[in-house]
């Protein structure tokens, strides 16, 4: 069942209502049947690929093989991933009992936390709402989905999978703006699951606060790359070309601004504009390159790009728009001062300023002065000067001569570090966001009982000998 538009506002409590009772039935699921559901979701969204491609293709002039390598494959990894692992991650987990508690077994056990919301965003609007919601299933959670209204077509794709999936009990789709996300963070859900930026995760967070439920924020900042004077600069620029305009930039964990070592800037800027023409062809008319979300986000963007040329900043490429096409070309600046407004503000657009450093201390320094980012990127043939430069910073994840492959590890946790996240996302990383961790203990012939009251001479003494013990 897929509810559209405000009409829907209505509906929110009686579906919620009905998800609180079917998640208690969800609670003892065996794993066979979650990955039965998983494997259903499956083979819907294969059934659904074609549409997929179309509504990705109008929503945000997706290729098809952007759309199978940033949409599809995350999310038929998560779902694969899980159901090979879903049994071991529900078995109870048997814990080694410490000096005082000798005599007594204990164990930690996966529960379902019960209802989720998952809040998605446009800029990756499939996999970032379907990938949660396959942490939430194998969890054992029922969930209510709502996709950003920016990305209409591929939102109603998702209604339409969901409805063939699920009945509205374990699984609801809402589409609406910002009126119906406000709607649902009224409800006291039991986890709530949220992809945007650092200003929404604060009302989001907020919101949850009022109902104690616990979060996972999926954020984003200005995620830095630094490129030493020992770098391969071809694969550096190469790998920075790939990250930075996917998507014509609008990704959470795409490199933002780039320091580069001096003596590297000239042929660093050669190497990128020659992959720039590669890959998007002269000026960025290629059929691979992607558009912008919405008007108001062009207009953004061009603002940005407008402030720094207008302080004095080289445009080595790009700086062309086409407004009625919501194109803005890949974009190379050097020379922006600090204070220019793109310094400051995520770009989350097809734009790459390169920032000159002499020493890597200036870089590190810079990074530790803004808010902890969500990726940080380095490149460099010296082990020592990387490790430095991660041992260093604080960020939520990282590569060393790469770019976003961290997201694509199923083993790897996803996810920021205060401004930039709360949480981890992915594999079982995802399952655990997902699952209250419930300690058990089962008391065998434990010495406990020896220590309670009345407190007479012979309690205390023992009471003594165990601090004694302990230490």
């Known amino acids: 069942m897929v509810i559209a538009g405000a009409p829907g506002l209505e509906l929110i409590g009686?579906?919620?209502?009905?998800?609180?009772?079917?998640?208690?039935?969800?609670?003892?699921?065996?794993?066979?049947?979650?990955?039965?559901?998983?494997?259903?979701?499956?083979?819907?969204?294969?059934?659904?690929?074609?549409?997929?491609?179309?509504?990705?293709?109008?929503?945000?002039?997706?290729?098809?093989?952007?759309v199978d390598l940033s949409e599809l494959m995350p999310v038929i990894q998560e779902i694969r991933h899980a159901c090979r692992n879903v049994a071991g991650w529900m078995a109870p987990r048997r814990v080694r009992p410490t000096r005082v508690m000798w005599g007594t077994r204990a164990s930690v056990r996966a529960q379902p936390r019960g209802v989720a919301l998952i809040i998605a965003p446009w800029n990756y609007p499939f996999n970032l709402a379907l990938g949660p919601l396959v942490s939430a299933i194998a969890a054992g959670c029922t969930a209510i989905i709502k996709p950003s209204e920016?990305?209409?077509?591929?939102?109603?794709?998702?209604?339409?999978?969901?409805?063939?999936?699920?009945?509205?009990?374990?699984?609801?789709?809402?589409?609406?703006?910002?009126?119906?996300?406000?709607?649902?963070?009224?409800?006291?859900?039991?986890h709530v699951f949220f992809t945007g930026s650092p200003a929404v995760g604060r009302i989001v967070m907020a919101a949850a606060a009022r109902h104690l439920a616990s979060v996972t924020l999926e954020l984003g900042g200005k995620s830095p790359v630094i490129v030493d004077r020992t770098a391969d600069l071809d694969k550096a620029a190469r790998s920075i070309v790939w990250g930075k305009f996917a998507n014509n930039g609008q990704t959470c964990i795409a490199p933002d601004h780039a320091y580069v070592h001096r003596d590297s800037v000239t042929p660093f800027i050669a190497a990128v504009?020659?992959?720039?023409?590669?890959?998007?062809?002269?000026?960025?008319?290629?059929?691979?390159?992607?558009?912008?979300?919405?008007?108001?986000?062009?207009?953004?963007?061009?603002?940005?790009?407008?402030?720094?040329?207008?302080?004095?900043?080289?445009?080595?490429?790009?700086?062309?728009?086409?407004a009625a096409d919501k194109f803005i070309a890949p974009t190379l600046l050097s020379g922006v001062p600090a204070d220019a407004l793109i310094m400051h503000e995520e770009i989350f657009g097809p734009v790459l300023p390169i920032v000159p450093f002499d020493d890597i201390?200036?870089?590190?320094?810079?990074?530790?002065?803004?808010?902890?980012?969500?990726?940080?990127?380095?490149?460099?043939?010296?082990?020592?000067?990387?490790?430095?430069?991660?041992?260093?910073?604080?960020?939520?994840?990282?590569?060393?001569?790469?770019?976003?492959?961290?997201?694509?590890?199923?083993?790897?946790?996803?996810?920021?570090?205060?401004n930039s996240g709360i949480g981890s996302a992915h594999g079982h990383y995802g399952f655990r966001a997902f699952s209250h961790e419930r300690a058990v203990l089962n008391d065998r012939f434990s010495a406990a009982p020896m220590l309670f009251p009345p407190y007479s001479r012979g309690v205390r003494r023992m009471i003594k000998l165990i601090l004694r013990f302990l230490t």
């Open 14 to 66: 009686p579906v919620f209502e009905r998800q609180r009772l079917r998640a208690l039935a969800l609670r003892t699921s065996s794993a066979a049947v979650r990955i039965a559901t998983l494997r259903r979701l499956e083979a819907e969204i294969f059934r659904q690929r074609a549409a997929l491609y179309e509504a990705l293709h109008e929503d945000l002039r997706k290729p098809e093989a952007e």
């Open 150 to 190: 920016f990305a209409p077509r591929t939102a109603a794709l998702i209604g339409a999978i969901v409805a063939a999936c699920f009945e509205t009990d374990e699984v609801a789709l809402f589409e609406g703006d910002a009126a119906m996300a406000t709607a649902l963070l009224d409800l006291p859900f039991d």
């Open 273 to 322: 504009l020659r992959h720039l023409a590669a890959m998007y062809g002269e000026g960025g008319r290629s059929p691979d390159y992607c558009r912008i979300v919405t008007p108001q986000h062009f207009e953004r963007i061009r603002r940005l790009i407008e402030d720094a040329r207008a302080r004095g900043a080289t445009v080595h490429v790009g700086g062309v728009y086409d």
């Open 361 to 418: 201390g200036e870089p590190i320094r810079a990074i530790n002065a803004q808010p902890k980012p969500l990726a940080l990127y380095v490149f460099s043939r010296d082990a020592a000067a990387a490790e430095r430069i991660i041992a260093q910073t604080a960020a939520g994840g990282s590569c060393v001569n790469a770019v976003m492959a961290q997201y694509l590890h199923a083993n790897l946790p996803f996810g920021g570090i205060n």
